[in-house]
C-alpha cells in the first residue's frame, strides 16, 4: 500500500492573506492565483525534476530565527545571488548570512509577517 508520495501543501496563518500573497508574487515570483493559493508541478515541461523535503526540527532549534514562527518554506531558485541582489534592491529584508555546500546554495529573506524564508539554489543537475 503506497502511504506519503511528497508534500502536498504548506498551509500557515497570516494576519492578510492578500497582502503576503502580493509580495510573494511581487518578489519571489510565486503565481498566486485568485483563490490565493500556488501549485507547484514537478517534471512537467515547465518544472524542472526535483524533490521536496519534509524536515522536523528540534523545538530549541534556532534554524528558523529571527523568525519565530515554528516553520520555514524553503524554495527552490536558479540564481540566488542575483535573486538576493533584487530582493534588496526591492527593499526586502534579506539576511546577511548565505551558505554554500555540497546540498547548494542558501540564502534566506524575511516576509512581511516575520517569516524566514528559505532560498536554495541545487546543485547542477539536481
Not at 524542472?48 to 531558485?77: C, E, H, I, K, Q
Not at 551558505?99 to 539554489?121: I, Q, T
Amino acid at each position: 500500500m503506497q502511504r506519503v508520495t511528497g508534500i502536498g501543501g504548506i498551509f500557515f496563518k497570516s494576519p492578510d492573506p492578500k497582502r503576503l500573497g502580493a509580495w510573494y508574487r511581487t518578489h519571489l515570483g510565486v503565481d498566486v492565483t485568485d483563490w490565493g493559493g500556488a501549485v507547484f508541478p514537478w517534471g512537467g515541461p515547465e518544472s524542472a525534476s526535483g524533490m521536496t523535503l519534509w524536515t522536523p526540527f528540534a523545538a530549541d532549534s534556532d534554524y528558523m530565527a529571527p523568525s519565530t514562527a515554528p516553520f520555514m518554506v524553503n524554495f527552490r531558485v536558479v540564481d540566488l545571488d542575483a535573486l538576493l541582489a533584487v530582493l534588496r534592491a526591492e527593499g526586502c529584508e534579506v539576511l546577511d548570512k548565505r551558505e554554500d555546500s555540497e546540498f547548494g546554495k542558501f540564502g534566506w529573506v524575511m516576509d512581511p509577517d516575520g517569516n524566514k524564508v528559505e532560498l536554495w539554489e541545487p546543485p547542477a543537475g539536481q
